[in-house]
C-alpha cells in the first residue's frame, strides 16, 4: 500500500506540474476546441482569474506531492480541481475521459491512504 501511494502521488506530482507549467510557460500549443466546450473555455478565459488560480494550485499541490510534505492539504486544495476535471471530461470532452478519471481517483486514493490525518475534520 505504502509503494503504491507513493507512486500515485508522485504521478500525479508530475502531472499536476506538467499541466501548471505548461499554461504557464506556454509549452504546448492549446488544443482546438469546439461546441459547448470552446464556450466553456471562452468563458473560463473570459473570466481572466480561474484559470491561473487553478493553474497555481496545481503547481503548488504538484510540488507537495513530489516532495511528500503537506499532502495532506494539498489533496484538500486539489480535490475541487480533481472533481471539475472529471465533470468537464464527462460532460463536455468526452474523449480526455480516461486521464480525469486517473487524475479523480488517484486524488480519492490518496485521500483514503492518509485517511487517519482526516478523521479529526469529520468529527462533531
Known amino acids: 500500500m505504502k509503494i503504491a501511494t507513493i507512486i500515485v502521488r508522485v504521478l500525479l506530482g508530475l502531472l499536476f ?73 464527462i460532460y463536455l470532452t468526452p474523449e480526455g475521459l480516461p486521464i480525469a478519471i486517473f487524475i479523480f481517483l488517484g486524488n480519492i486514493f490518496l485521500i483514503f491512504s492518509h485517511w487517519q490525518n482526516y478523521k479529526t475534520v469529520f468529527t462533531p
Open 17 to 89: 506540474i506538467y499541466a501548471s507549467a505548461s499554461f504557464f510557460l506556454k509549452l504546448a500549443p492549446e488544443p482546438e476546441t469546439t461546441g459547448a466546450f470552446k464556450a466553456f473555455q471562452v468563458g473560463l478565459i473570459a473570466s481572466s482569474y480561474i484559470l491561473p488560480v487553478a493553474k497555481a494550485f496545481e503547481l503548488l499541490c504538484g510540488i507537495s506531492f513530489l516532495i511528500g510534505k503537506y499532502v495532506t492539504l494539498a489533496n484538500l486544495i486539489i480535490f475541487p480541481v480533481t472533481l471539475n476535471i472529471l465533470l468537464i471530461n
